[in-house]
């Protein structure tokens, strides 16, 4: 199996580089860095090479959803476990996904948990919006998301499953999506799909995605992103009922508003932009036929 870690920030590589290589058995550890080359990056990549892994740097940032299509290519017999750069794995979940390969699973995921929080998380982070930050709640459903994802890459090449370039992630762009979508595509396709509900996996994203503002932008792109994948109402309605399902907090109710009104103002402007193409072309079409 190869661990694939779709890095952008080069530090978290450095940061959670000892632990999880300890969390591995024989697996190839691989980082795939989407950036342009410094100095910085550089040596990181050579204390990955010194530590026993691959890290090859790409360059140029093309996107979170090219470098796993990167991955997909270079990597095309194999079952690939992707990361995202800040996730400290555990050897029982890596153990567990193996596991779950070797059982016939075409795709896996794990629960994506936060690190411990001194003082727990300011009074806007509920439970509601774990999935703007990239936690999955404690308990009930949860689906497999590109943090903590297994792939049978013979069983996508096979029927012509990739990420969509329009949902990726580029650098500071808080478009998302594309992992989910991937994972509908592999299941419509006949794939297997295993979530170890069992097995989890520490996501230590950055402080600044519990700021109100990182919220705010990532809620307001969650709504762009619902639009891009043609479902505006239904993406709305999903997302509104994640804020307001929030027990543990009596804010919830204003954190819905809060919330929802910046996913309905993404949702809105999409369609606007989407609208907006739609009339250049035909008004160009119109005027090449004349």
């Not at 109710?253 to 009104?261: E, H, N």
Request: aromatic share 8%.
């Amino acid at each position: 199996m190869v661990l694939a870690i779709c890095a952008f920030r080069v530090e978290n590589v450095r940061k959670h580089l000892r632990h999880n290589l300890a969390q591995l058995a024989d697996e190839v550890y691989f980082v795939l860095l989407d950036k342009p080359t410094s100095a910085e990056a550089e040596d990181v990549a050579a204390e990955v090479r010194a530590a026993g892994g691959t890290m090859h740097i790409l360059g140029a940032t093309n996107g979170l959803s090219a470098s796993r299509n990167a991955v997909l290519e270079r990597w095309p017999g194999h079952h690939v476990l992707f990361v995202d750069d800040d996730v400290r794995l555990t050897a029982a979940t890596v153990t567990a996904v193996r596991d779950s390969f070797r059982g016939g699973a075409h795709v896996v995921g794990a629960r994506l948990r936060p690190p411990p929080l001194p003082g727990g998380p300011p009074w806007y982070v509920t439970s509601g919006q774990f999935h703007l930050i990239g936690w999955h709640r404690e308990r009930g459903e949860a689906r497999i998301w590109g943090g903590c994802m297994g792939v049978d890459t013979a069983y996508a090449h096979a029927h012509g499953v990739r990420f969509d370039l329009k949902l990726s992630r580029t650098g500071k762009n808080l478009q998302s999506g594309e992992d989910t979508t991937f994972v509908r595509l592999m299941r419509e396709s006949g794939a297997q799909e295993v979530f170890l509900t069992d097995r989890s996996v520490i996501h230590d994203v950055d402080p600044d995605r519990l700021t109100a503002r990182y919220l705010l932008r990532r809620a307001y792109w969650q709504g762009r992103s619902e639009a891009r994948r043609r479902q505006p109402v239904a993406g709305f309605r999903k997302e509104w009922n994640r804020h307001r399902t929030a027990p543990e907090s009596r804010f919830a109710p204003v954190l819905a508003c809060l919330y929802g009104g910046a996913t309905a103002a993404g949702v809105i402007h999409e369609l606007l932009l989407r609208g907006r193409r739609r009339a250049r072309t035909a008004k160009e079409k119109a005027s090449t036929s004349r």
